[in-house]
C-alpha cells in the first residue's frame, strides 16, 4: 500500500488494516492504529510504520485510546519469505528471548550486523527493538487480561527484571503496568485456580472449521477436540503445557477464549504466538476470499464459508512425523497409526482429564517408537531414520525457513514427496500460496465444487487464478471432498409408504 491508500484507511477507520501498519502523528507524538475513533491527523503530520517497533524508536508512544497493540498481527510475516518475514516468526517465537540476537541470525543465515541492517532497512527497527516490542505486547495482554502478580508478568513477557519491564511499559505506553492494567474494559475476578484466561483477537469473519479439522485428527490422551474447542499437551522450552481454546460464535466480545492450564512463564510469550499460529488467527480474511471468490469454481464455497483459516503447527518436529505418516492414506488411517506411535510418547507432568500424555519425541520415536507402527516397513524405516535426523540435529527446520528452504532440507530425506514438503509447509511456516495438485482430496474436491464442465478449460488446474491465497483454495477443496464423501455415507431414505386407512374403504365395482 502507497501512503495515500493508507491514509484512506485510517479516515474509513477501517479494522481490517489494524496489525497491518501504524499510524504515527508528529503533532501528538503518539502512534495508533488504522481504526483510531481520533480526529484524522492532517496528511502532512502523518507518518506511517510497518512495525510498532520501528513507531517507539523514532520516539512516538502508543496511543491510550486505540491501544495499538491489542489488535492481531500483521499477515504479512506468513505472505512474506523474505529474510524479514522468517526473522519476524522466529521473534514471535521467543528466538531472541531464549537465544539473543546472534542466536536468531545464525538461523536465519547471516551476522548480527547483517541482519539488524536488513531488519532496520526492511521494517524500520532492528531485532532488539522489534523484540522488545513483542515483549511489551505479551505484557500488555496479561496485564489487561488477568491477575497475575506484576513481577511475574513481567518475566513471562521475556523481559530480565522488574525494572526493565517498568521502564518499557512507561516508554512504550506512558503509563505505569498498574495504570495499563485499569484500562482493562472487563475485569475478571480472581478463581481458585492457577489457570490463566486470555482473549485471543483476530480479523472478522472467523470460520469455526478450523476446530473440525484439528478434531478428526486429534489423537486421544495428547489431544481433544470438538467442533468448538480444542486442547492439548505439548512441549516447550522450559517444559510442557497444557492449553484449551473455546469458541462462542453467541459471546459478546471476543468469542474465541484461550486458558491456559500449565506452562512455565519463561514460555508463555511462545505459547501464545504458536496457538495464534496454530488457528491462524493474524490472517487477513478479507482480502484472501475477495480473491478466492473470483474463481468461479470457489465462490460459491466462500459465500458459505467466509473467513477459512489454515491450520497451523505447535511442533514443527511433530507436524513432520504426522505428515509422513498421513501421506497416500486415510485421515481415519493415520489417526489409527499415530494413536499407536503416541504409546511411545512419555507421560505429561501436567494431567488433566483425559490430557495425559505427550507426543513423542524424535529420539523416542527413532530408539523405540517406530516399533509400534504398522504397515509398509519402508514407511517405517522413512519415519524411523526421520526422527533419527531429528534427534541428533543433523535435520533442523521450522518457523524461520521458507518453502525452498524446507525443501532443500526435507526432499532429500527417503519417504519425503513434494506432498510432504508442501503440506508441512501449509502447516509449520503458513505458507499461503501452496497447491497440492496431486493430493486425492484436492481433486475430488475439485470434482465436488465443478460449477460448468468450461471450468477445465478456461481456468489453470493448478488454481494460479488466486495466487498467493492458493492454500487456502486446498482448505476449502478439502473441505467440499469431506462433505461430498459424508453426503455419499449417508443412507438413503425408504421409499414413501402410501397412508394407512383407518375407515373401510368402498369397494370398486367391477367392470363388466
Same mark, same amino acid.
Not at 505472505?79 to 522466529?90: E, F, P, Q, Y
Given at each position: 500500500?502507497?501512503?495515500?491508500?493508507?491514509?484512506?484507511?485510517?479516515?474509513?477507520?477501517?479494522?481490517?488494516? %489494524?496489525?497491518?501498519?501504524?499510524?504515527?502523528? $508528529?503533532?501528538?507524538?503518539?502512534?495508533?492504529?488504522?481504526?483510531?475513533?481520533?480526529?484524522?491527523?492532517?496528511?502532512?503530520?502523518?507518518?506511517?510504520?510497518?512495525?510498532?517497533?520501528?513507531?517507539?524508536?523514532?520516539?512516538?508512544?502508543?496511543?491510550?485510546?486505540?491501544?495499538?497493540?491489542?489488535?492481531?498481527?500483521?499477515?504479512?510475516?506468513?505472505?512474506?519469505?523474505?529474510?524479514?518475514?522468517?526473522?519476524?516468526?522466529?521473534?514471535?517465537?521467543?528466538?531472541?528471548?531464549?537465544?539473543?540476537?546472534?542466536?536468531?541470525?545464525?538461523?536465519?543465515?547471516?551476522?548480527?550486523?547483517?541482519?539488524?541492517?536488513?531488519?532496520?532497512?526492511?521494517? *524500520?527497527? *532492528?531485532?532488539?527493538?522489534?523484540?522488545?516490542?513483542?515483549?511489551?505486547?505479551?505484557?500488555?495482554?496479561?496485564?489487561?487480561?488477568?491477575?497475575?502478580?506484576?513481577?511475574?508478568?513481567?518475566?513471562?513477557?521475556?523481559?530480565?527484571?522488574?525494572?526493565?519491564?517498568?521502564?518499557?511499559?512507561?516508554?512504550?505506553?506512558?503509563?505505569?503496568?498498574?495504570?495499563?492494567?485499569?484500562?482493562?474494559?472487563?475485569?475478571?475476578?480472581?478463581?481458585?485456580?492457577?489457570?490463566?484466561?486470555?482473549?485471543?483477537?483476530?480479523?472478522?469473519?472467523?470460520?469455526?472449521?478450523?476446530?473440525?479439522?484439528?478434531?478428526?485428527?486429534?489423537?486421544?490422551?495428547?489431544?481433544?477436540?470438538?467442533?468448538?474447542?480444542?486442547?492439548?499437551?505439548?512441549?516447550?522450552?522450559?517444559?510442557?503445557?497444557?492449553?484449551?481454546?473455546?469458541?462462542?460464535? *453467541?459471546?459478546?466480545?471476543?468469542?474465541?477464549?484461550?486458558?491456559?492450564?500449565?506452562?512455565?512463564?519463561? %514460555?508463555?510469550? &511462545?505459547?501464545?504466538?504458536?496457538? $495464534?499460529?496454530?488457528?491462524?488467527?493474524?490472517?487477513?480474511?478479507?482480502?484472501?476470499?475477495?480473491?478466492?471468490?473470483?474463481?468461479?469454481?470457489?465462490?460459491?464455497?466462500?459465500?458459505?464459508?467466509?473467513?477459512?483459516?489454515?491450520?497451523?503447527?505447535? %511442533?514443527?518436529?511433530?507436524?513432520?512425523?504426522?505428515?509422513?505418516?498421513?501421506?497416500?492414506?486415510?485421515?481415519?488411517?493415520?489417526?489409527?497409526?499415530?494413536?499407536?506411535?503416541?504409546?511411545?510418547?512419555?507421560?505429561?507432568?501436567?494431567?488433566?482429564?483425559?490430557?495425559?500424555?505427550?507426543?513423542?519425541?524424535?529420539?523416542?520415536?527413532?530408539?523405540?517408537?517406530?516399533?509400534?507402527?504398522?504397515?509398509?516397513?519402508?514407511?517405517?524405516?522413512?519415519?524411523?531414520?526421520?526422527?533419527?535426523?531429528?534427534?541428533?540435529?543433523?535435520?533442523?527446520?521450522?518457523?524461520?525457513?521458507?518453502?525452498?528452504?524446507?525443501?532443500?532440507?526435507?526432499?532429500?530425506?527417503?519417504?519425503?514427496?513434494?506432498?510432504?514438503?508442501?503440506?508441512?509447509?501449509?502447516?509449520?511456516?503458513?505458507?499461503?500460496?501452496?497447491?497440492?495438485?496431486?493430493?486425492? &482430496?484436492?481433486?475430488?474436491?475439485? $470434482?465436488?465444487?465443478?460449477?460448468?464442465?468450461? %471450468?477445465?478449460?478456461?481456468?489453470?488446474?493448478?488454481?494460479?487464478?488466486?495466487?498467493?491465497?492458493?492454500?487456502? &483454495?486446498?482448505?476449502?477443496?478439502? $473441505?467440499?471432498?469431506?462433505?461430498?464423501?459424508?453426503?455419499?455415507?449417508?443412507?438413503?431414505?425408504?421409499?414413501?409408504?402410501?397412508?394407512?386407512?383407518?375407515?373401510?374403504?368402498?369397494?370398486?365395482?367391477?367392470?363388466?
Amino acid at each position: 500500500m502507497d501512503f495515500w491508500q493508507r491514509y484512506r484507511a485510517i479516515d474509513a477507520r477501517d479494522t481490517r488494516f %489494524d496489525g497491518q501498519f501504524y499510524t504515527a502523528v $508528529r503533532t501528538t507524538g503518539i502512534y495508533c492504529r488504522p481504526s483510531c475513533p481520533a480526529r484524522t491527523p492532517k496528511a502532512d503530520n502523518v507518518t506511517f510504520y510497518e512495525t510498532s517497533a520501528a513507531a517507539h524508536d523514532a520516539g512516538y508512544r502508543a496511543c491510550k485510546r486505540c491501544l495499538p497493540e491489542a489488535v492481531p498481527g500483521t499477515p504479512a510475516w506468513n505472505v512474506r519469505s523474505d529474510i524479514a518475514g522468517r526473522a519476524m516468526r522466529l521473534i514471535n517465537d521467543g528466538v531472541i528471548n531464549r537465544d539473543g540476537v546472534e542466536g536468531l541470525a545464525a538461523r536465519l543465515g547471516y551476522s548480527s550486523r547483517q541482519l539488524n541492517r536488513i531488519l532496520s532497512h526492511e521494517l *524500520g527497527a *532492528g531485532p532488539l527493538s522489534l523484540a522488545r516490542a513483542s515483549r511489551a505486547q505479551t505484557a500488555r495482554t496479561l496485564l489487561v487480561s488477568t491477575a497475575m502478580k506484576v513481577s511475574d508478568i513481567a518475566f513471562a513477557a521475556g523481559f530480565s527484571s522488574v525494572r526493565q519491564f517498568n521502564e518499557t511499559i512507561g516508554e512504550v505506553f506512558a503509563m505505569t503496568p498498574s495504570a495499563l492494567r485499569a484500562t482493562a474494559r472487563h475485569h475478571r475476578s480472581p478463581a481458585a485456580t492457577t489457570a490463566l484466561t486470555l482473549n485471543l483477537p483476530y480479523r472478522e469473519p472467523f470460520d469455526p472449521g478450523v476446530f473440525d479439522f484439528l478434531a478428526v485428527r486429534a489423537i486421544p490422551g495428547i489431544e481433544e477436540g470438538t467442533s468448538t474447542s480444542y486442547a492439548r499437551t505439548l512441549r516447550l522450552t522450559h517444559g510442557d503445557a497444557r492449553f484449551r481454546v473455546d469458541y462462542d460464535a *453467541g459471546a459478546a466480545g471476543r468469542p474465541l477464549v484461550l486458558t491456559i492450564g500449565a506452562v512455565d512463564l519463561r %514460555d508463555l510469550a &511462545a505459547l501464545l504466538s504458536r496457538v $495464534r499460529r496454530l488457528l491462524d488467527l493474524d490472517a487477513d480474511p478479507v482480502a484472501i476470499d475477495a480473491a478466492l471468490a473470483a474463481d468461479p469454481r470457489l465462490a460459491a464455497a466462500v459465500a458459505r464459508t467466509p473467513g477459512m483459516r489454515m491450520p497451523g503447527a505447535v %511442533d514443527p518436529q511433530e507436524l513432520l512425523i504426522r505428515a509422513m505418516i498421513g501421506q497416500q492414506i486415510t485421515v481415519a488411517a493415520a489417526r489409527t497409526a499415530l494413536v499407536q506411535l503416541s504409546a511411545a510418547g512419555s507421560a505429561s507432568l501436567v494431567p488433566d482429564d483425559g490430557l495425559h500424555r505427550l507426543f513423542p519425541t524424535a529420539a523416542e520415536i527413532a530408539g523405540t517408537g517406530f516399533e509400534l507402527l504398522r504397515g509398509p516397513q519402508r514407511r517405517i524405516d522413512a519415519v524411523r531414520r526421520a526422527a533419527a535426523a531429528m534427534a541428533s540435529g543433523d535435520l533442523d527446520f521450522g518457523y524461520g525457513d521458507d518453502v525452498r528452504g524446507l525443501e532443500a532440507k526435507l526432499l532429500p530425506l527417503a519417504g519425503v514427496g513434494p506432498w510432504t514438503v508442501g503440506y508441512v509447509a501449509m502447516r509449520v511456516i503458513g505458507a499461503p500460496d501452496v497447491f497440492l495438485a496431486n493430493d486425492a &482430496a484436492v481433486r475430488n474436491g475439485i $470434482r465436488s465444487l465443478a460449477q460448468s464442465p468450461d %471450468d477445465a478449460t478456461t481456468l489453470a488446474p493448478d488454481f494460479r487464478e488466486v495466487s498467493p491465497w492458493r492454500s487456502y &483454495a486446498t482448505m476449502h477443496l478439502w $473441505r467440499a471432498a469431506a462433505a461430498a464423501q459424508a453426503a455419499a455415507r449417508k443412507p438413503s431414505l425408504p421409499p414413501r409408504q402410501a397412508p394407512t386407512q383407518n375407515h373401510k374403504q368402498t369397494p370398486k365395482k367391477a367392470k363388466p
